[in-house]
């Protein structure tokens, strides 16, 4: 029986698998990757890799085996039909009986368009019989702070979000969530709604952002469609960049606050504050 993770190279799935390989026999791991080459580096250290695509049903096809436990990490591609990539892994788990299939999900309370996606995998994941832990995952540090060239060059933090709050995470937070469910007992069929311990604005993140880099950074507030006029002028395709300024939309509305103190209970710590993630990108 193996632990499996789809998306083992992507950022999240990363994280993932390195905090499995401290509690359990690599050789217990399987990595689902689209190119074997990206996991060359997890075939080092043991990790199984099992090449397949959410896109080619026929790859999943004998990529489960009874009593496994598997996460689907959530497809990347919001371009394409989500839900079809996540249900052919659904598929694929039922016909060989998983013992637990666990899936990245978005908070319950988001009503942005990038939440439709999840909520309608959520449903062929219920009807398909199979075991599951939602993991709802909120917003993570990492969406702002990977991309602060813009913001330093400008000296501003541009969003749509008014006076709204966020309860973000480090991926590092939600992966650990994951490798939770995945090597313990009693998550089946269990929701979680994940988010950081505190909740905070744009207002004080560009305060943070002053605070550490020494320099005076502005929060900008903008209009939805301004925000996406923006992200389409920096080279995102339009419908992208309409969904992800519909969240900031979500987040005017108090939408990606999680009060549930479900992750730091499940990893049974605090989780990363923002000022820490601020710290780790201003170092790269």
Not at 93 to 111: I, N, Q, R
Not at 198 to 210: G, P, Q
Not at 245 to 261: H, N
Request: glycine share 10%.
């Amino acid at each position: 029986m193996s632990i499996v993770v789809t998306g083992a190279t992507g950022h999240l799935g990363r994280h993932v698998v390195a905090q499995l390989l401290e509690k359990v026999p690599a050789e217990r791991i399987t990595a689902v990757v689209r190119d074997a080459a990206k996991g060359a580096d997890l075939a080092a250290r043991g990790v199984r890799l099992a090449v397949a695509d959410y896109n080619a049903p026929e790859t999943l096809d004998g990529l489960f085996a009874a009593g496994d436990k598997v996460l689907l990490i959530s497809g990347s591609e919001v371009d394409k039909d989500r839900v079809a990539q996540h249900t052919a892994v659904i598929d694929a788990a039922k016909a060989a009986g998983v013992a637990l299939l666990a899936y990245t999900s978005a908070p319950g309370t988001l009503t942005a368009a990038l939440a439709d996606d999840h909520r309608a995998t959520e449903q062929v994941l219920r009807a398909s019989g199979l075991p599951y832990t939602l993991l709802r995952n909120g917003w993570y540090h990492e969406n702002y702070t990977e991309h602060l060239a813009p913001v330093l060059e400008h000296g501003a933090v541009v969003q749509a979000a008014g006076d709204g709050r966020v309860s973000s995470a480090a991926r590092a937070d939600y992966a650990a969530a994951a490798v939770a469910v995945l090597t313990g007992e009693g998550h089946e069929n269990a929701t979680y709604e994940l988010g950081g311990d505190e909740a905070w604005s744009f207002a004080e993140y560009a305060a943070e952002l002053s605070r550490q880099t020494g320099r005076e950074i502005a929060y900008r507030q903008v209009s939805v469609a301004d925000l996406t006029g923006i992200l389409t002028g920096a080279g995102l395709p339009a419908p992208l960049a309409g969904i992800l300024a519909g969240v900031d939309a979500s987040i005017a509305e108090g939408e990606l606050v999680v009060s549930s103190g479900d992750l730091s209970r499940l990893i049974g710590r605090p989780t990363t504050p923002l000022a820490e993630a601020v710290t780790a990108a201003l170092k790269n």
